[in-house]
């Protein structure tokens, strides 16, 4: 167990809604990264907040977004969802802002009809 | 190239070493690391190097970095079935790791009995 919570588990929605993912990073952990996973492209880095605030920025969508709470989880959220966005999206989180090692959650699986 | 590279399959005997190799890119990468993932499991980080480290122990695993080539193995030795599963390795890029991990696109690790 990495001690990084991702809610849900499994997300089944259709072609242009939105959805709301969940983390809650390790006790003590300042930064949460966003990850997706899937066949094509691998796993890419999205995007990552550090005690709040957003610290840097990988292959996002401008369709995605995300934000980091005072209690320090973070939510994904994906909008106008294509049949592309299924994937599997992990979140992980490190002690501080960046070069340390990242504890990943279990992922929650997207699937879009 | 700007990809980390992994070869996608690697098959040994129950009871042989296990090496997973994988060439990374970013020359000013302060930390690599080795993550194992599941069938339907999230990624455990398993080890990881500092880059002023040629080398890495931790009971069964072994790691071995190669600054010169930028070059990175995975030792795993007396390979198990538990070991069976895909196998990432992922460099820490940019300044203080702000742009998050960038990933191989895997090592699926098979067990022959």
């Known amino acids: 167990d990495s001690g990084v919570t991702q809610t849900p588990k499994h997300l089944i929605t259709a072609t242009g809604q939105r959805v709301t993912l969940r983390c809650s990073p390790r006790s003590g952990d300042l930064s949460v990264y966003w990850y997706q996973q899937s066949l094509d492209q691998g796993l890419q880095f999205l995007i990552q907040?550090?005690?709040?605030?957003?610290?840097a920025k990988g292959n996002i969508l401008e369709r995605f977004s995300a934000q980091q709470f005072p209690d320090l989880h973070s939510e994904l959220n994906l909008s106008s969802l294509e049949l592309g966005d299924s994937a599997l999206y992990f979140c992980a989180s490190s002690q501080f802002e960046g070069n340390e090692p990242q504890h990943f959650g279990d992922g929650t699986r997207l699937s879009i009809l | 190239g700007e990809d980390v590279e992994q070869s996608l399959f690697l098959s040994v005997r129950e009871g042989d070493s296990s090496v997973i190799n994988c060439t990374y890119t970013d020359s000013s990468s302060t930390y690599l690391y080795w993550y194992k993932q599941e069938p339907g499991a999230g990624l455990q980080l398993l080890t990881y190097i500092f880059s002023n480290m040629d080398m890495k122990q931790d009971q069964r695993l072994t790691v071995l970095l190669n600054k010169k080539d930028k070059h990175l193995s995975l030792r795993i030795a007396d390979t198990q079935t538990g070991d069976s599963a895909i196998y990432f390795c992922?460099?820490?890029?940019?300044?203080?790791?702000?742009?998050?991990?960038?990933f191989g696109k895997g090592t699926h690790l098979i067990i022959q009995p």
């Open positions: 992922a460099e820490s890029r940019g300044r203080r790791g702000a742009d998050g991990l960038t």
């Open positions: 907040y550090y005690n709040g605030e957003e610290r």
